[in-house]
């Protein structure tokens, strides 16, 4: 559990430092920026540790689609970053638990009848939170609202590929490594296919410290979330992970100003309280 904890923290600082820096800087180029330190570490590291030829296609393809997902729920992410609150994003990975609950349904055979009641309980709280802020600084638009959920999918989807790699023995530092290989790739591409070239330069120089501390965070909060869910199941890792949510909402509080009224603390004690059944009546 302490790990979870551990990773909780760090990923919540990590939205935040994604927040401020995006503020003059493109998704791209800070996303290619980043993943070249994260991706060099975890490389280097495994390189140290392993012998490469003892992970096969399989393995590669298996980590390779989790990575894929994982890119595209953080574009996503990036994305409302860049024009919206951090607390829309904190509140549909809340919903995140409902997407492990189908997986295990489906593929698990869990008996869903248990869970209806919690589900019930995440989608009240859910939807009061989007009518509550309907005329706030905080309401988003439909376009947004589509990217988040796209959000919430691709990363529910591949932490749980990624669980059940976990579980068929591949390394972490492997995942990572491949992941963070795999956003470098995508960022270069997408930089380097824009209309409007940066300077690259003048940035890299200016960001350079920013993204050094960004790479360290975000790579022990991957390592740390990987090692917690090896040892964990994916219901009770995604309940522990509830509280990275509610750590980021207070850090947009605390970091960006962000009022937080009673009425969404309301609607995030609900999410969590149903989430926390889901938990309850599927173990």
Known sequence: MIYIII????????????????????????????SFFTSSLAIGILVYFHDLTDFNIDQILKTSLAASLGIIGLFCMLTIFKKASLQWVAIYNLLGIGFTILYLWIFKELDIKSSLLGISIISIGFFYYVYTNKSTKLKINLKQHLILILMTVCFGTSSILNWENLNENIPSIFIIANQEFLVFLCGMTVLFTQKKPEQLVH??????????????????????????????????????????????????????????????????????????LLHIQTT
């Open 203 to 276: 940035k890299l120089q200016k960001y350079f410290n920013r993204v050094i501390v960004m790479s360290v965070v975000i790579f022990l909060g991957l390592l740390f979330s990987f090692v917690g869910l090896e040892i964990t199941n994916p219901i009770i890792s995604s309940v522990l992970f509830l509280a990275s949510p509610l750590t980021t909402i207070l850090f947009s509080a605390y970091f960006f100003k962000e009022k937080i009224k009673i009425r969404d603390w309301v609607s995030i004690a609900i999410i969590t309280f149903g989430a926390f």
């Open 7 to 34: 990773a909780i923290l760090l990923f919540s600082l990590n939205n935040v430092l994604w927040k401020k820096n995006l503020v003059s800087i493109s998704i791209a180029l800070l996303m290619t920026y980043r």
